[in-house]
């Protein structure tokens, strides 16, 4: 007698449950194998990008900040040589303003000279010049004149040579207004030979006393400052007694 086969057996629904919860614990455990992967991937990724820019940003920081940095290098050092060379125009200037300066070793007695010559060279009669050369002679030598010029003649010892001098009653006008003894300035050119030898002597409010000096544009002084105050000394004394 030949067996009939039996029908196959349905799965129970719990065998089916069972069968699902492990189908899903697979997917999940290959689902977050996959999450992880691809989180490593991102991190990783985002890590190497992270250091690309960083090098990249200290590599253009090095690139912009080395050149700036020699350009404010550079300036400073460009800078300090200004100042350094002005300072060395600044100093030459004083050394070839003091070069001018005549010491003096009598202010009492030079004062009391230099008030008596001023005073008679600002209220002397008005002299004419002797023809176009001597207008423009004053007018090169002896600025704010206002035609009161004194020419005499004075001897150092070795026989009389001509002398020319004035005050700038110009410059003074404003200070004798207002009652006061600055501005005060006398020029003096003496004439030896072909040779004009321009000096001064002018008020200085800061010591309130006269100080002797040559003319700025002095570049070779024909005596030296010992003799140089001797001859204005004489001059002075002279122009005191004979500008009238």
């Known amino acids: 007698m030949t067996e009939t086969p039996e029908d196959p057996q349905k799965p129970t629904l719990m065998e089916r449950g069972q069968k699902a919860m492990e ?13 992880n992967a691809f989180s490593a991937i991102k991190w990783t990724a985002i890590a190497i990008v992270t250091l690309t820019f960083v090098g990249g940003g200290y590599g253009i920081y090095k690139a912009v900040s080395a050149p700036a940095k020699a ?13 350094s060379g002005a300072g060395k125009i600044k100093d030459s200037s004083a ?7 005549i010491p003096t070793t009598n202010a009492a007695t030079l004062n009391q000279a230099a008030d008596a010559a001023f005073e008679a060279l600002s209220t002397m009669a008005v002299t004419e010049p002797e023809g176009v050369k001597d207008r423009l002679y004053r007018r090169t030598n002896f600025g704010g004149h206002e035609g009161r010029v004194c020419k005499l003649e004075v001897d150092f010892g070795a ?6 001098l004035a005050a700038d009653n110009e410059a003074y006008a404003t ?4 009652g006061s003894k600055d501005d005060r300035l006398i020029r003096m050119i003496l004439t030896a030979g072909d040779d004009d030898i321009p000096l001064r002597t002018e008020w ?7 100080i002797m000096r040559w003319k700025a544009t002095t570049l070779k002084k024909e005596m030296s400052d010992t ?17 009238k």
Do not use: H
């Not at 350009?71 to 100042?83: I, P, R, Y």
């Not at 200085?204 to 006269?210: D, K």
């Open 204 to 210: 200085n409010p800061e010591t309130q006393s006269w």
């Open 175 to 178: 200070a004798k207004a207002l």
């Open 159 to 164: 026989g009389p040579i001509p002398v020319t």
């Open 95 to 101: 050394e070839m303003m003091n070069r001018l300066d």
């Open 71 to 83: 350009v404010g290098d550079a300036a400073g050092a460009v800078t300090e040589s200004v100042k």
């Open 23 to 35: 189908t899903a614990d697979r997917a999940a455990t290959v689902a977050e194998s996959a999450n």
């Open 227 to 243: 003799i140089a105050e001797q001859r204005i000394m004489d001059v002075l004394g002279a122009a005191g007694d004979n500008c």
